[in-house]
């Protein structure tokens, strides 16, 4: 069915009229990437509008460099296949940079793409492989697991002081990146994993998986899906009497997980990449501009999708042109500072790999609001 | 015994869900001899109708659960006769699967551009309230699911056996050309076996989305399963479906909770391929002879 999908968008692709612009004298063609629908539609959905935010907010000063962003949002049906399919057809326009996708297995087939074509591509992908492949066009705009893991386990060996704690993991290049990762950093702790279970990516019942939970009486459950099945994980777990310590990173803790999954996340806890909830003012002031123009509470995907216009922005006046292999070489080892770019909202490096660094927070879940308790430096700040 | 018992109980509470969709498919199979591919999504629009009442006209929940009811037996029962089945039927069995095959596309990508492609809260149906079985904790909403899917059955149990209409609809599907010959209005009786199917799909859409969340994609595993469930049932028989639902319910659960859940995708499968090459009737169907 995949396959069948995936010839259709290209036969389509090859027959319609020419939705994929191509920069012009007065534009510059930066095509998005995203999921749009299927089982990675929430963080899609997210990462746009955060990119639409950014867009029209430069665009109304006009734009880059003089040129006006011509920003087309491009569904991949969060399908890697289909990924690969649009950024093919993308790159034959010359794009100044690509965005998107989020979705990490999508991210590693069209990062290869982007690399033949020596075209920057920024990513909402967190799986750590992306960033170890000597790729030197792909970049982070949030942390990778390699850097977020160490962080979440600090925090199950020494905030909830946890002994043996339980994995529930989504089986896509993102949910096997983290749960390596994760068990791999227990291990380093003396933290058994006394459980340790696979999911479906759009699994709607858990019920089997919450009880596998239950029976080992973990002292934490460390929770590693994409929204919506966390949100669905979170119901049934509290459906059950689940009472030990609900774990996450960032996506658990997200406002759209809060929202669909209501009484039940009350209570998680964890790592948080990125939150408009974050006790930072320009994170604050962006959830409230996002609020105001698409009526709904950003995620940390939105804060990802803005940030990189801006990061774009930045690089680009700063070598004063539309190079993209410029444009990858200096981002290398550049820190920018929001007194330098205010709409990268926070201090950002990025290292050789493309891997981000900023700072992060510890939050947990009340009275369905996420609450930050605790401000954590960037890596290279240690 | 705890867990067992809790995932018994959830299994049937989703069992009978794909019970309610799979017994759409038997009826509608012994009415028209085709197969409606939409049928997953017929599951997952009327939740969206109930969605649009509370947020459009601004209804309260259990008075939008009657409009979704009412809009899905108008939509998915007497428009889906009328505007595709009727018109398509005469040209043959396959250019109907096909078109339903096409519906369910276009029901989806409808939902998915009209109203949202994110997952959307449902209200429950029940307070969040457990109560405790032979020391399992099982959720009140689980067995409130179960108990309305066994009543909704047993009350189409009850009709199709002992109400002079539902004894004609039965006529008809059995053998329509005696059934005209008897002065059984055999349009009318297909018609009310359509729409009874769209109020099944459209109480199994209310009971499931506060558990599965709305969303244009739950078609895709529920019309699955339902189609699995009837074929492991017995595709010609209502009562075959019923059990076949229950039955892959339950066995998913165990299968994921006991076996593997890495695989667990691949037991109802294997299940169907044993059904298939064992008892191709199913486990309550009854064998049917052709002359070629």
């Not at chain 1, 995949?2 to 012009?24: D, E, G, H, I, K």
């Not at chain 1, 042109?321 to 080892?333: M, V, Y």
Request: hydrophobic share 50%.
């Amino acid at each position: 069915m995949n396959y069948m999908r995936t010839m259709m968008v290209c036969a389509l692709s090859s027959v319609s009229a020419p939705t994929f612009a191509q920069s012009t004298a007065t534009t510059i063609y930066m095509p998005d990437l995203a999921e749009l629908s299927g089982a990675g539609a929430v963080s899609g959905t997210n990462w746009r509008d955060g990119i639409i935010m950014a867009v029209e907010e430069l665009n109304a000063k006009g734009g880059i460099l003089g040129k006006k962003l011509d920003v087309p949002h491009i569904d991949t049906q969060s399908d890697a296949a289909i990924a690969r399919a649009q950024t093919q057809k993308v790159l034959d326009n010359d794009p100044y940079v690509v965005l998107g996708p989020v979705f990490s297995g999508s991210v590693l087939v069209t990062m290869e793409l982007t690399r033949q074509a020596e075209i920057v591509e920024f990513t909402g992908g967190e799986a750590a492989a992306i960033t170890q492949k000597n790729n030197p066009y792909i970049f982070r705009t949030s942390f990778g697991q390699q850097f977020s893991m160490p962080k979440i386990a600090n925090y199950v060996r020494d905030g909830v002081k946890a002994k043996k704690v339980a994995v529930v993991w989504v089986n896509n290049d993102f949910g096997k990146g983290g749960r390596d990762f994760f068990t791999a950093e227990m291990k380093k702790r003396n933290i058994d994993v006394v459980a340790d279970i696979s999911t479906e990516s759009g699994q709607v019942d858990f019920a089997a998986d919450v009880v596998k939970v239950k029976g080992v009486n973990a002292d934490a459950i460390f929770v590693y899906t994409n929204e919506e099945e966390s949100a669905r994980f979170l119901r049934e777990a509290r459906k059950q009497g689940i009472t030990a310590p609900l774990i996450g990173e960032t996506t658990l803790l997200s406002q759209k997980v809060i929202d669909l999954a209501g009484p039940a996340a009350n209570g998680v806890k964890g790592h948080v990449g990125l939150t408009a909830e974050a006790p930072v003012a320009s994170f604050q002031q962006f959830g409230v501009k996002f609020k105001q123009r698409f009526n709904y509470a950003s995620d940390h995907n939105a804060i990802k999708g803005y940030t990189a216009i801006y990061a774009i922005k930045y690089v680009t006046e700063k070598i004063g042109k539309f190079d993209s292999k410029l444009l990858a070489k200096t981002l290398h080892g550049l820190t920018i500072k929001p007194a330098d770019e205010a709409g990268i909202l926070l201090e950002a490096s990025w290292d050789q790999n493309g891997d981000i660094d900023r700072q992060s927070f510890l939050g947990e879940v009340v009275n369905g609001q996420q609450k930050i308790v605790e401000i954590l430096p960037k890596l290279g700040a240690n | 015994m705890q867990s067992f018992i809790q995932l018994f109980v959830s299994g049937l509470a989703t069992g009978a869900i794909y019970a309610l969709a799979a017994v759409g498919f038997t009826l509608i199979w012994q009415t028209s001899q085709t197969i409606n591919f939409a049928q997953g999504e017929f599951v997952m629009l009327p939740a969206f109708f109930v969605l649009a009442a509370m947020d459009i006209f601004g209804l309260a929940f259990p008075a939008a659960c009657f409009v979704g009811l009412a809009a899905s037996m108008l939509v998915l029962g007497v428009l889906f006769k009328r505007g595709i089945v009727d018109f398509m039927l005469p040209h043959g069995v396959l250019p109907l699967v096909i078109s339903t095959i096409a519906l369910s596309l276009l029901l989806k990508e409808s939902v998915k551009t009209f109203y949202s492609s994110q997952a959307q809260p449902f209200p429950p149906l029940t307070s969040d309230i457990d109560i405790n079985i032979l020391g399992a904790i099982v959720s009140v909403q689980s067995v409130f699911v179960l108990g309305a899917a066994i009543a909704a059955i047993a009350a189409l149990h009850l009709f199709l056996g002992h109400t002079g209409v539902g004894r004609q609809m039965q006529a008809t599907a059995q053998n329509p050309a005696v059934a005209v010959l008897l002065g059984i209005p055999t349009k009318r009786m297909i018609m009310y076996t359509f729409v009874i199917n769209a109020g099944l799909v459209g109480l199994a859409s209310i009971l499931i989305s506060p558990i599965y969340l709305a969303k244009f994609t739950n078609g895709d595993s529920l019309g699955l399963a339902a189609f699995v469930a009837a074929i492991v049932g017995g595709f010609n028989q209502v009562r075959g479906a019923i059990v076949g639902g229950l039955v892959l319910g339950v066995f998913e659960n165990l299968s994921a909770a006991y076996l593997s859940s890495s695989y667990r995708g691949a037991f109802p499968m294997i299940l169907l391929v044993l059904v298939i090459l064992f008892r191709p009737q199913g486990l309550l169907g009854r064998v049917e002879e052709r002359t070629v």
